[in-house]
């Protein structure tokens, strides 16, 4: 007779299958909540040169997103259709501090303090100070919705969820319009997008996976955040 005594000790490291689906593109989803900061994730391209980046997730009732910020590799703007466009840098701090904005407002604040002093030197700081002002984040009720927009991007013919693209403004400063916040709207141009998209053929489920599109290096310094905040 099989001894399962010591087999079913294995059991309480198994698994429950995961419910999760990715969220899909051109949908404006209600009651979401932040999930967290992601720890550094490293690869390489194919060039061999090396990148890093952290995911913020975001979950409601629907599924999951995921938004991953890389380190920037430079802080120069760039060009596309002859209009210039806010660098990795820039976009990268727009996109959190709207985060900031609706899931700790006065951690957004704080984070304006440190590095007004001068007290964050590095991404990899930024980064470890950005994960542990959104470790309590503002939880979403039914009197503070917390809503998630999600336009969509084409990427070899498949569809991909994608967050507000950060522009240039007439005062010359970076903004990204509201992917987060209450009674989210879409423009006129984006619900032409969004009917383009819901009319057309049923899209690779494939696609609504986050996928990764740059690359980077970073090096790191230690740093007592407890102390800073």
């Known amino acids: 007779m099989i ?16 419910e999760s689906a990715y969220l899909k593109p051109w949908n ?7 999930a967290g900061v992601s720890d550094p994730i490293t690869g390489n391209r194919s060039d061999g040169e090396g990148w890093k980046a952290w995911d913020f997730t975001f979950e409601c009732e629907d599924g999951v997103y995921r938004e991953r910020i890389f380190e920037p590799t430079t802080m120069e703007r760039g060009e596309y259709n002859g209009k210039v466009m806010p660098s990795d840098f820039e976009r990268t701090q727009c996109f959190i501090a709207q985060v900031l904005f609706i899931y700790n407002p006065k951690g957004l604040e704080k984070l304006k303090q440190l590095t007004s002093e001068g007290k964050v030197k590095t991404f990899d700081q930024f980064m470890d100070v950005v994960k542990k002002l959104l470790e309590k984040p503002i939880v979403p009720t039914d009197d503070n919705d917390i809503q998630l927009k999600l336009a969509g991007r084409n990427s070899n013919g498949r569809i991909y969820p994608r967050i507000t693209n950060c522009a240039i403004g007439q005062d010359g400063k970076a903004f990204m319009s509201p992917f987060l916040g209450k009674k989210l709207t879409w423009s006129a141009w984006e619900e032409q997008q969004k009917r383009a998209y819901e009319t057309s053929a049923p899209s690779d489920p494939e696609a609504t996976k986050p996928i ?12 007592d955040f407890n102390n800073l905040l």
Do not use: L, M, Q
């Not at 001894?3 to 995961?18: C, E, L, R, V, Y």
């Not at 980077?216 to 740093?223: A, G, H, L, V």
């Open 28 to 34: 404006i989803y209600k009651k979401v909540k932040f």
């Open 3 to 18: 001894d399962f005594s010591t087999g079913f000790k294995s059991f309480s490291d198994i698994s429950a299958p995961s």
């Open 212 to 223: 990764a599109t740059n690359d980077i290096d970073t090096k790191s310094e230690d740093i």
